[in-house]
């Protein structure tokens, strides 16, 4: 079977193509990127120009549902909502926390739980802990000086956030991490039924619509 997989749900954009047969894997991520939009489309047609493949010649989509910030969320689930709808091929959700767990913990001694956490902004995460490749908590969105976990051996974070643990992570080994087409494909289910592919926000948008505001008493009402 071959596999797109997709992911905007950080700040790195992720595309590739598994083949589950023979286990080949092309992929690009895309470190850092904040042009989702722009860069997604142009990224995917050149994954599968250098696995030799067309568009057409895909088996299904897997797509990473966040938890994410709203904008750059959207852009991935989008694209492959109308992919998958242009190809009438399966689209398959996942969590993003799960996949990046399947590859930063690979070989992690399987009685550890392992935290893993992706930037949230707002000085937030958006959390999840692992055992054994398996969700124990969340996703969740916090703080990070306000985490109060038990049993954690291992924390995959981004850098630049872990200094806001609190001392008892802190001091933990920790590394980064981030989706990869590999563990996208790896923890979807693609012999089962689509389940419904609906975004984990975790929290509402900035955008909000404007207050109403009160006219003046002057100001005759007119309905038309």
Not at 104 to 112: I, Q, S
Not at 131 to 148: F, Y
Not at 201 to 223: C, F, G, N, T, W
């Amino acid at each position: 079977m071959r596999v797109l997989a997709i992911d905007t749900a950080t700040t790195a954009l992720v595309t590739g193509v598994v083949d589950t047969e023979s286990g080949q894997t092309t992929q690009r991520v895309l470190a850092d990127t904040r042009a989702h939009n722009e860069r997604l489309m142009p990224t995917i047609l050149e994954v599968m120009s250098e696995a030799g493949l067309e568009l057409g010649n895909l088996d299904a989509i897997v797509a990473g549902m966040g938890p994410g910030p709203f904008t750059g969320l959207r852009v991935g689930m989008s694209t492959a909502s109308a992919l998958a709808d242009a190809l009438s091929i399966p689209l398959h959700g996942v969590c993003t926390h799960d996949a990046i767990a399947h590859t930063a913990l690979a070989g992690a001694n399987e009685k550890d739980a392992a935290l893993v956490a992706t930037d949230a902004r707002r000085k937030e995460i958006y959390w999840a802990t692992y055992r054994a490749g398996q969700r124990l908590m969340g996703p969740e969105v916090a703080k990070p000086g306000d985490l109060t976990l038990e049993g954690i051996a291992q924390i995959i974070i981004p850098e630049k956030l872990a200094d806001q643990l609190p001392e008892e992570l802190a001091t933990l080994p920790r590394s980064e991490g981030a989706p990869t087409a590999e563990g996208l494909v790896a923890v979807a289910r693609l012999d089962a039924e689509p389940a419904p592919f609906v975004p984990m926000y975790l929290r509402r948008p900035d955008a909000v619509p404007p207050k109403k505001q009160q006219l003046s008493a002057a100001i005759p009402e007119v309905r038309l």
